[in-house]
């Protein structure tokens, strides 16, 4: 992908920019930080708190770097929690982009981020005995619905302004179709427009405060009948 440059964010951690598109993958106030506050306290934490789950399915919709990725296998572990965890990605980067991401400077394992984006796509992988893995290349409208319900979806397309079709009813609509009673959804997004079409698709909807530099962020949780 010759239009994806790498950034050094406020946190120290690098994003990536897509200069055709002049939007970044992360915020420029820390990625790192960002992932952790949207995706892993937001959404994995928030639901392991509320449901001690021996294991949890997650869907992220736009693998991308791969940063949300790594941090929840670490959760993982930590956790001692089991994740199947399916990242899905239409744009996948090049091997001499991901290579360069810092990501590896606070892992034990150096290789655990390399990993990620070396194993092959549409298979199942168990990365660590918590931690099974696969990822899709893939657009999410294209994308086959699960026949097993997700618990969690880590929703990091880019932005509304940016890449409108990711936050249509429509395509909205499949991945809530996915999600389990009482399964969540995060997104850093925080456009009311968002928020509207996530009620009027059964979500009971949150604003929460933001990661450091942004206001606010979105989480939904789906309750109520399952519609599948």
Request: charged content about 20%; some cysteine.
């Amino acid at each position: 992908m010759e239009n994806v440059q790498i950034i050094t964010t406020a946190d120290g951690s690098h994003s990536l920019i897509n200069t055709a598109l002049n939007e970044t993958y992360h915020s420029r106030h820390g990625a790192r930080q960002e992932s952790l506050h949207v995706f892993i306290r937001s959404g994995l934490d928030h639901y392991q708190r509320i449901h001690s789950p021996q294991e949890i399915r997650i869907l992220e919709v736009g693998f991308g770097s791969g940063l949300n990725a790594l941090l929840t296998m670490q959760w993982s572990k930590l956790t001692s929690t089991r994740v199947y965890y399916t990242g899905i990605e239409a744009f996948p980067l090049s091997e001499a982009i991901w290579r360069k991401l810092n990501y590896t400077a606070w892992q034990e394992n150096e290789d655990d981020f390399y990993r990620l984006h070396k194993l092959s796509w549409g298979v199942d992988h168990e990365v660590e005995t918590t931690f099974i893995f696969r990822k899709e290349h893939s657009a999410i409208q294209d994308h086959p619905k699960s026949k097993v319900p997700v618990n969690v979806v880590f929703y990091d397309a880019f932005a509304p302004d940016k890449q409108p079709e990711m936050w249509t009813a429509e395509t909205l609509s499949r991945v809530i179709e996915g999600l389990a009673l009482n399964g969540v959804f995060v997104t850093y997004c925080a456009k009311g427009q968002l928020r509207r079409t996530l009620k009027t698709l059964g979500m009971t909807v949150e604003s929460l405060p933001g990661a450091p530099g942004k206001k606010e962020m979105t989480r939904g949780t789906k309750e109520g009948t399952l519609a599948f």
